[in-house]
């Protein structure tokens, strides 16, 4: 059988607007087979997404989107096979927490300036016990009308240095990719093309994340286009890199971005499941 693989989405652990559960049954809606929970620097859908996936025999891949620095960027590294428990992982999303609380408290302060209140206690109640994100925020914006697109508010106000926005240090790239190999997973670098880099800068950081341990890379996201997707494919080949799929679907009200509905990966690219383990592979799911 020809599994159907997404490797990459969110739940209301992070910034998604589905439960974990929701979400498990939407990918089995959508065709999906294998499914990794990938939330934003935190574990804790995983346990109700496993419970839901036997129950519908989908097999889930615990895995996670670590927020990363390197050279002054923020970038993103999926953990595909983690295991939760892991105790170095566990410390540091619990950290990770505490940084995301007072990076809101900043921005809502910043917020607070432009005369726009209320936006810390809007965010903790729309994130309730997940992790607090910017979209939290552009969610807020928009329901109480500063903006009137998602995007405006990142425009306006949150995205890199506008008014309300909050620079972060994050853990260092080579350490959030040790956080996830250690813990039994394969690191991949989230959606490549994202960080507006160069291509020296590109091969630079493709070269920096090989040389710290990372093995994969995204060349099938849900909004890569065909030229996009040879380019992707190039550098898996030239850095040794395996393909990871993963949609990065957040949230259902975007009918383009859809759990699953992802363009097949290149046959020049080795495709990152055959790097999984033994206790992610598909033989005995969960
Ligand atoms: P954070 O990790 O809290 O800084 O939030 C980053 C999240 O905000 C990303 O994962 C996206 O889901 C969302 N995001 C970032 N930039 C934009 C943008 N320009 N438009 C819409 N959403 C964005
Ligand atoms: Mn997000
Ligand atoms: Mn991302
Ligand atoms: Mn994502």
């Known amino acids: 059988m020809t599994e159907h693989y997404d490797l990459h989405c969110h739940s209301t652990a992070s910034d998604g607007a589905l439960s974990p559960s929701a979400l498990v049954y939407r990918a089995h809606q959508q065709g ?15 346990s ?4 839901c996936a036997a129950d519908l025999g989908i097999h889930l891949i615990n895995g996670i989107e670590l927020s990363a620095s390197w050279q002054n960027k923020c970038l993103h590294i999926i953990g595909l096979g983690i295991d939760p428990d892991y105790e170095p992982l566990a410390t540091a999303t619990a950290q990770l927490r505490t940084s995301r609380l007072e990076r809101a408290v900043k921005i809502a302060e910043k917020l607070e300036k432009k005369r ?16 607090i994100t910017r979209s939290h925020f552009a969610n807020f914006l928009l329901s109480q009308f500063h903006v009137s697109t998602q995007q405006e508010a990142f ?39 994202r960080y507006q880099l160069t291509a020296s800068w ?3 950081l493709l070269a920096a994340f090989k040389d710290a341990g990372g093995q994969g890379i995204e060349v099938i996201t849900g909004r890569t286009n065909p030229d996009e997707i040879k380019l992707l494919a190039n ?26 509905r992802l363009a097949p990966l290149p ?20």
């Not at 999906?32 to 995983?46: E, I, N």
């Not at 008014?163 to 989230?190: D, F, N, P, R």
């Not at 850095?239 to 859809?258: C, K, Q, R, T, Y």
């Not at 495709?271 to 799911?285: I, M, N, T």
């Open 32 to 46: 999906v087979s294998v499914l990794a929970l990938t939330d934003h620097d935190t574990t804790m859908g995983l």
């Open 48 to 51: 109700q997404a496993r419970s």
């Open 116 to 131: 726009i209140t209320g936006a810390l206690a809007g965010v903790q109640k729309a994130a309730g016990d997940g992790m």
């Open 155 to 193: 425009d306006r106000y949150l995205g890199k240095g506008k008014s309300a926005y909050v620079s972060t240090t994050w853990a260092e790239m080579a350490l959030a990719i040790q956080w996830i190999t250690q813990s039994g997973g394969v690191a991949v670098l989230a959606h490549p093309l």
């Open 202 to 204: 590109m091969k630079r």
């Open 235 to 260: 550098y898996a080949s030239s850095f040794g890199l395996a393909g990871s799929v993963g949609s990065d679907f957040h949230n259902p009200v975007n009918p383009w971005l859809e759990l699953g």
């Open 267 to 286: 046959e020049t690219v080795q495709p990152v499941w055959e790097l999984f383990d033994k206790s992610v592979s598909l033989v005995g799911a969960n």
